[in-house]
């Protein structure tokens, strides 16, 4: 009966850490797999399958994402 009364009053002092972690969190993993896609745009392979005339979005969709994902399994 007393413990919920101490929980919702050390609210206002779980959210703001909470919410700063979670961010932090997010930053570093937005930052590591952007920097692995700008890796994956300027491979070999990439610009081949551009100069054979295949579309902007099937090159970056098809063939990026499905090499990117592979960082993400690890």
Known sequence: MGYEKVFL?????ITLPTI???L???CY????YSTIM????YQ?????TQA????????????NVSSGLDYFFI
Do not use: N, W
Not at 38 to 41: F, M, S, V
């Open 9 to 13: 009053a050390s609210m206002p002092y």
């Open 20 to 22: 700063i972690v979670v």
């Open 24 to 26: 932090l969190h997010f």
């Open 29 to 32: 993993h937005h930052r590591f």
């Open 38 to 41: 700008l890796e994956e745009i």
């Open 44 to 48: 070999y392979y990439v610009h081949t």
């Open 52 to 63: 054979k005339g295949l579309q902007e979005e099937i090159v970056l969709f098809k063939h």
